[in-house]
T-cell receptor, first 119, second 113 residues
Framework: AQKITQTQPGMFVQEKEAVTLDCTYDTSDPSYGLFWYKQPSSGEMIFLIYQGSYDQQNATEGRYSLNFQKARKSANLVISASQLGDSAMYFCAMSLPYMNNNAGNMLTFGGGTRLMVKP | NAGVTQTPKFQVLKTGQSMTLQCAQDMNHNSMYWYRQDPGMGLRLIYYSASEGTTDKGEVPNGYNVSRLNKREFSLRLESAAPSQTSVYFC????????????FGPGTRLTVT
């Protein structure tokens, strides 16, 4: 069975500084995908970034980058130049490889990290 | 292009009542999913439909049934609601290929008293 662990229940960061949100995962499958989602207080789930297990380069999307360390099974999210609007819950998630059991892209989520940006 | 829509947005049920949560997507995605989110926790998969005509159990299927009505619509039914089913329910859809971003609906906040 696969598992996602986010060990930081809450974090503070000063506006304009960078912050790293930790995520470790456990799976025996060689093929998987890793996602980060943002959930603001309004409740919607917003996709941020994706990393495939075979991708050679770390994924980047604007101010978001994913620090993928495959041997350590970690997929940390780095947010550069934090903004007040970054205050939200952040979830790391992993997808099963669909070819194995026709599972589509169903996700297993971590427990989340609440990020609070201080002005 | 509405993305993923869910109805209703809020619902209060008494223990033992039944209801169906509706979900529709207009992105021509093959795969659809139902998740629940309990307070302070991540989302957990209830049921999914990898493609039209198929449905499978996720991590927490007990007390729920689903119907993939067509490619666009995927409903979740609570036959006899229990207080333990108080949660926020999210529907999502994606392409079937690995790595396909899941697009989430706005959620339904359900309270069972």
């Amino acid at each position: 069975a696969q598992k996602i662990t986010q060990t930081q229940p809450g974090m503070f960061v000063q506006e304009k500084e960078a912050v790293t949100l930790d995520c470790t995962y456990d799976t025996s499958d060689p093929s998987y995908g890793l996602f980060w989602y943002k959930q603001p207080s309004s409740g919607e789930m917003i996709f941020l970034i994706y990393q495939g297990s075979y991708d050679q380069q770390n994924a980047t999307e604007g101010r978001y980058s994913l620090n993928f360390q495959k041997a350590r099974k970690s997929a940390n999210l780095v947010i550069s130049a934090s903004q007040l609007g970054d205050s939200a819950m952040y979830f790391c998630a992993m997808s099963l490889p669909y070819m194995n059991n026709n599972a589509g892209n169903m996700l297993t989520f971590g427990g989340g990290t609440r990020l609070m940006v201080k002005p | 292009n509405a993305g993923v829509t869910q109805t209703p947005k809020f619902q209060v049920l008494k223990t033992g009542q039944s209801m169906t949560l509706q979900c529709a997507q207009d992105m021509n995605h093959n795969s659809m999913y139902w998740y629940r989110q309990d307070p302070g926790m991540g989302l957990r998969l209830i049921y999914y439909s990898a493609s039209e005509g198929t449905t499978d159990k996720g991590e927490v299927p007990n007390g729920y049934n689903v119907s993939r009505l067509n490619k666009r619509e995927f409903s979740l039914r609570l036959e006899s609601a229990a207080p333990s089913q108080t949660s926020v329910y999210f529907c999502a859809s994606s392409v079937i290929q690995q790595g396909g971003e899941q697009y989430f609906g706005p959620g339904t906040r359900l309270t069972v008293t």
